[in-house]
């Protein structure tokens, strides 16, 4: 078993491999990503999103780490929680379109017809879904494709801990291992898949001792800590571009809220602990954790925190006049039929 505790690492100060431009950037995106599952929160409760929303809340820095230091041409299956916004954010995608697809309206990326079934094809983004865990035949099929190939091409497979109770897992895990597949198993863990917690669905320690039964090096990192996240990207990717074959990270983070909007008095068998969730909210918030690093090391003030909060704010209001400014989304009975796998029959 190859776990390596590599949160530390971060603390070490002059020992990260991040500039201080990078650490802005991660900050800045992790800031934006905040600003906008607020955003999102606000819209949902005022009853203009079509569908779901799946709220990140605190758990955002594992996205924006597993994004940030993505090639273009990288593909990215990215976390369904939030709808992939801090994954998909930082890999570069325009957001005011994921923000448009949700409201149901013609500007949207899939012209307000998906929810949150969309793609971004043109950022390597190929497909999010609601089906827990089917990113893991997929990633296989990308990695085969990019060895295929004989590109360099990395595949960031971010999905949480509710996924790796599934048989599909196991052969990803298994596939990817034996040929050697760039794939980058990127596990955000919060403790609870919707209605059940950790507890109940693994009878081992930690998830990422499935790993080694694969022979696959594992890592793992405090989610709540931005740079320990973005540094154990940056190797996972190097180590998977480099033809090692995959590469497991495990964030440990937490769901400090209900599963999604509307489900709050609906929480199955599992109590969860306000006061830990509280307490999470109080003291691990990833942002203000980033933000007194920054400040310690010189790189941010209390007055500049403040004048790109309220930026992100601005902007995360702007992608929402932007949607609401779109008409909403009304296909004809013949459009109906079009982007879509069935026909109309004979
Ligand atoms: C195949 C499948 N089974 C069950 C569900 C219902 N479901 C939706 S979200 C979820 C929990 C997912 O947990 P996790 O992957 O840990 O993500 P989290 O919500 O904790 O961020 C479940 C079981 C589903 N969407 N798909
Ligand atoms: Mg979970």
Redesign the pocket.
């Known amino acids: 078993m190859q776990t390596t505790a590599v949160a530390a690492a971060s603390k070490r100060g002059k020992a990260s491999p991040l500039t201080d431009e990078q650490k802005i950037l991660l900050f800045r995106n992790l800031m934006l990503a905040m600003a906008l599952d607020r955003m999102m929160m606000r819209v949902i409760r005022a009853g203009r999103m079509v569908g779901f929303y ?1 709220e990140g809340g605190i ?1 955002l820095a594992p996205g924006v780490a597993a994004g940030t230091f993505l090639r273009k041409e990288d593909i990215l299956w990215p ?3 939030a709808h992939g916004l801090a994954h998909m954010l930082a890999k570069g995608i325009d957001v005011k379109l994921y923000v448009a697809e949700h409201m149901g309206r013609e500007a949207g990326c899939c012209k307000g017809r998906s929810s949150f079934h969309f793609s971004f094809p043109q950022d390597h983004v190929f497909g999010l879904s ?5 990113n893991f035949p997929m990633v296989v099929g990308y990695g085969f494709a990019a060895k295929y190939k004989k590109t360099d091409q990395v595949v960031m497979n971010c ?6 109770g ?1 048989g599909r897992a196991h052969e990803a895990l298994l596939i990817s291992a034996l040929w050697k597949l760039p794939v980058v198993f990127w596990l ?9 917690g950790e507890q109940d669905l693994f009878p081992g320690k930690e998830i990422s001792v499935l790993a080694a039964g694969y022979g696959i090096p594992a890592m793992k990192v405090d989610g709540q800590d931005l740079f320990a996240c973005a540094e154990t990207a940056l190797a996972a990717i190097a180590h998977t571009r480099s033809g090692k074959g995959p590469i497991f990270i495990e964030c440990r983070t937490l ?1 400090a809220q209900e ?2 909007v509307g489900n709050l008095n609906n929480e199955g068998p599992v109590k969860r602990d306000q006061k830990l969730m509280d307490e999470w909210k109080a003291t691990r918030d990833p942002l203000k954790i980033a933000a007194a690093r920054l400040i310690e090391e010189g790189l941010l003030t209390e007055t500049v925190f403040t004048e790109w909060q309220a930026e992100a704010d601005k902007q995360a209001d702007a992608m929402d006049e932007f949607s609401e400014a779109s008409p909403k989304a009304m296909p004809s009975v013949e459009e109906l039929y079009t982007q879509v796998y069935a026909g109309k029959g004979n």
């Open positions: 799946h758990a976390h369904y929680r609601g089906n827990i865990g089917a999905s949480g801990d509710g996924s790796y599934e955000e863990n919060n403790g609870m898949a919707q209605h059940s769901r599963h999604s």
